[in-house]
């Protein structure tokens, strides 16, 4: 929970220098003033969390050997665009070393085509797929409550208007399920397990393709 406060600093006018305010008095103001301001915010705990990445299992008989190439592919709901969480792993393996393609720079948007992405890892010399299904749901409302006291000129600091305003904003959380697979054998073989906690979509597909490859390369699935 964030809890945020801006209190205006209160100044003496000219006229306040010639007469002391009585104890307990507001000095007065020349100008219009913010007096307070109050916000609420109840966050849900995916607003307060980092991504992070966990292990559930890796084959125990998976010998770790050098990488030529990495095919990635994410999966989500109907209505959502995986092609971000694609492209940010694509980009977040290249920057270790790794060539990486997604789904999304191949292949048009929609269903996927299993023969024709057999046909492209086969022709194209692909040793992993890395498969991201995400899941999306509706996060915890955030509740903004704003009060405002205004005053304008001196006699207004001893009454004036308060306003009070609330609003309420509802985004998307987002986690997910990964698997990698080694398309060097027949069949393929799963190879390695493992999920993300559930976060803000915002930002997530950079953050959640870091954790990812950090944690692949601690697993040595990704070696160079």
């Given at each position: 929970?964030?809890?945020?406060?801006?209190?205006?600093?209160?100044?003496?006018?000219?006229?306040?220098?010639?007469?002391?305010?009585?104890?307990?008095?507001?000095?007065?103001?020349?100008?219009?003033?913010?007096?307070?301001?109050?916000?609420?915010?109840?966050?849900?705990?995916?607003?307060?969390?980092?991504?992070?990445?966990?292990?559930?299992?890796?084959?125990?008989?998976?010998?770790?050997?050098?990488?030529?190439?990495?095919?990635?592919?994410?999966?989500?709901?109907?209505?959502?665009r995986p092609a971000q969480f694609e492209n940010a792993l694509a980009q977040a393996l290249t920057a270790k070393g790794f060539q990486a393609v997604s789904r999304?720079?191949?292949?048009?948007?929609?269903?996927?085509?299993?023969?024709?992405?057999?046909?492209?890892?086969?022709?194209?010399?692909?040793?992993?797929?890395?498969?991201?299904?995400?899941?999306?749901?509706?996060?915890?409302?955030?509740?903004?409550?704003?009060?405002?006291?205004?005053?304008?000129?001196?006699?207004?600091?001893?009454?004036?208007?308060?306003?009070?305003?609330?609003?309420?904003?509802?985004?998307?959380?987002?986690?997910?399920?990964?698997?990698?697979?080694?398309?060097?054998?027949?069949?393929?073989?799963?190879?390695?397990?493992?999920?993300?906690?559930?976060?803000?979509?915002?930002?997530?597909?950079?953050?959640?393709?870091?954790?990812?490859?950090?944690?692949?390369?601690?697993?040595?699935?990704?070696?160079?």
């Amino acid at each position: 929970m964030t809890i945020g406060r801006l209190a205006s600093e209160v100044v003496p006018s000219p006229l306040s220098r010639r007469r002391r305010p009585k104890p307990g008095k507001v000095s007065s103001m020349p100008r219009l003033l913010l007096a307070s301001v109050a916000a609420l915010a109840t966050l849900g705990a995916s607003g307060c969390a980092g991504i992070s990445v966990t292990q559930l299992w890796r084959d125990p008989s998976y010998r770790s050997r050098p990488l030529n190439r990495v095919f990635v592919v994410a999966a989500m709901p109907s209505n959502a665009r995986p092609a971000q969480f694609e492209n940010a792993l694509a980009q977040a393996l290249t920057a270790k070393g790794f060539q990486a393609v997604s789904r999304s720079s191949v292949f048009p948007t929609g269903r996927i085509d299993k023969h024709k992405v057999q046909e492209y890892v086969a022709g194209n010399g692909v040793d992993l797929i890395i498969m991201e299904r995400l899941t999306t749901e509706a996060a915890a409302p955030v509740v903004v409550t704003t009060t405002v006291s205004q005053s304008s000129g001196w006699y207004g600091a001893y009454g004036g208007a308060t306003a009070t305003s609330t609003t309420i904003s509802q985004g998307t959380d987002v986690s997910a399920q990964i698997d990698v697979y080694d398309v060097r054998t027949e069949p393929d073989t799963l190879i390695w397990s493992g999920v993300s906690n559930t976060v803000d979509i915002q930002g997530a597909a950079q953050s959640l393709s870091e954790a990812l490859t950090k944690e692949l390369v601690k697993a040595q699935i990704l070696v160079k």
